[in-house]
């Protein structure tokens, strides 16, 4: 059964640090890239960080470079999104995707809650 499960989602103050994991099964992770998108309330989702396959290529939006490092263990077929410096925009549910040519797949999403 492919599932991705994330964790690690939670509440923090402003300035806090929040380190989300998404653990993938049933499918050969080491082939697809991966992504965490952020929906926040009554937003439409954004792309926040991605990671190419073997991990040699990452990406961030802009509002998030310096703050968040996206990385991956393709043996432990895990894919981590470290935050840092965390802001109440920060807040919002944390979507795993993962996708090789037309086959994607989601998470059930992690919530993040930051308090000024």
Known sequence: QVQLVESGGGSVQSGGSLTLSCAASGFVFSLYGARWYRQAPGKEGVLVAQISSTGAGTSYAD???????????????????????LSPEDTGVYYCYSWFGSQQYWGQGTQVTVSS
């Open 63 to 85: 509002s998030v470079k310096g703050r968040f490092t996206i990385s991956r263990d393709n043996f432990k077929k895990t894919v981590q999104l470290q935050m840092e410096s």
